[in-house]
C-alpha cells in the first residue's frame, strides 16, 4: 500500500510539473486537461486492485475491452485538445453577442 501511495504521488507529481505552465491562466485548456489527468490518475490507482480478479471470464473480457476503448478514447481527447484547442473568432463572436451563460 506504502508504494502505491508512493507511485501515485510520483506520477501526480509529473502531471503537475507537465502542466504547471496552464496554471497562469485559467482560459486555458492546459488547465482543465491537469485536472483530466489527475482524476483518471485517481480512478487508476482505485481501481487496479480489480482488473485482474476474473480476468478471464465473460465479463473479465468485457472489462478489459472497455478499459482499453475508453483510454483510447480520453487520448484521443487529450490530444484533441492539445492540438485544436484553440477557440476561433467564430467562437469569440458567438460568446461577445450571447453572453456567457445561456438559459
Not at 504547471?20 to 480512478?43: D, N, P, Q
Not at 481501481?47 to 480476468?55: L, Q, S, T, Y
Amino acid at each position: 500500500m506504502t508504494l502505491k501511495i508512493f507511485i501515485f504521488a510520483m506520477l501526480a507529481l509529473f502531471v503537475f510539473l507537465m502542466f504547471k505552465r496552464s496554471f497562469r491562466s485559467l482560459r486555458t485548456h492546459g488547465f482543465y486537461m491537469f485536472c483530466a489527468f489527475e482524476a483518471l490518475l485517481v480512478l487508476l490507482f482505485f481501481n487496479i486492485d480489480f482488473w485482474f480478479e476474473g480476468a478471464s471470464s465473460w465479463y473479465g473480457t468485457f472489462s478489459w475491452v472497455f478499459l482499453v476503448v475508453s483510454t483510447l478514447l480520453a487520448f484521443s481527447g487529450f490530444y484533441g485538445l492539445k492540438k485544436y484547442g484553440e477557440p476561433g473568432e467564430a467562437f469569440d463572436a458567438y460568446f461577445v453577442y450571447y453572453g456567457c451563460c445561456l438559459q
